[in-house]
């Protein structure tokens, strides 16, 4: 056989090995992307209502800030009506009076529907939270399997592709570019046996002559309908 042939087709067998190693590594990290998507909703629903109970204290503290100054108000209402002599006068701080305590009714009204509602977003956290903590603990056991065999398959992809290199330095500058071109094109084999004297990967018939000439290892021929590097079958 072709001294190139020969290197080529380890170096090829060695990148079979190493996309075999780097597609396992994928199904592992697809698998952890499946996990992190069951913790998705309730960590979103937990970030939402805690928006909510922050913007509901906002709104509180604007309310708490409108009740102390109708209080003042009032106050100073209050020490006015007992001063003013005049009926008239006396009625018109009475209405006043009148006014700012129901405004103040409302607004206190609106502080106690608040507080109902930031304790029951709490509730809702704590339930999120509970969830959240169930599913982790669910989740532990096959984290850990995974992250193990992650770096199980890590350390064989480096020898893998330690040795990948080993192989490629062994095949000449040309040969390598070449067949470097053929498996960028995708996940099909750059070397192919032929078949019946024929490619065996598109069928295309190859004339006799460079037929014999690949079987009998003189020469390394491309297929003339998809150009991968052809050799005898092993
Ligand atoms: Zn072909």
């Known amino acids: 056989m072709h001294p190139d042939l020969q290197v080529l087709i380890a170096l090829q067998r060695d990148d079979v090995e190493v996309d075999r190693i780097v597609n396992a590594i994928r199904d592992l990290s697809a698998r952890e992307v499946e996990l992190d998507r069951e913790r998705v909703a309730s960590t979103e629903s937990i970030q939402r209502l805690r928006r909510e109970v922050e913007s509901t204290a906002t709104r509180n503290r604007e309310l708490q800030n409108k009740i102390d100054e109708h209080k003042r108000v009032q106050e100073r209402s209050l020490a ?132 014999s000439a690949i079987l009998a290892g003189n020469s390394i021929e491309s297929c003339e309908g998809c150009g991968v590097l052809l050799h005898a079958p092993e």
Do not use: F, W
Not at 87 to 115: F, G, H, P, S, Y
Not at 156 to 178: D, F, P, Y
Not at 197 to 203: A, E, M, N, V
């Open 80 to 211: 006015h009506v007992d001063h003013v002599r005049k009926a008239r006068d006396a009625n018109a701080a009475k209405t006043e009076m009148d006014i700012v305590q129901r405004v103040l009714a409302a607004d206190e009204k609106e502080q106690l529907a608040l507080n109902g509602r930031v304790a029951e977003l709490q509730q809702n956290i704590d339930m999120c939270e509970l969830e959240l903590a169930e599913i982790d603990e669910r989740q532990a056991g096959p984290r850990a399997t995974i992250a193990a065999e992650k770096k199980t398959r890590a350390d064989e992809l480096a020898i893998a592709r330690s040795k990948r290199e080993e192989s490629a330095v062994k095949v000449t500058r040309s040969m390598l570019s070449k067949y470097e071109r053929l498996r960028s094109r995708g996940p099909l084999a750059a070397l192919v046996p032929i078949r019946d004297g024929s490619c065996g990967r598109c069928h295309t018939a190859i004339p006799m002559q460079r037929r």
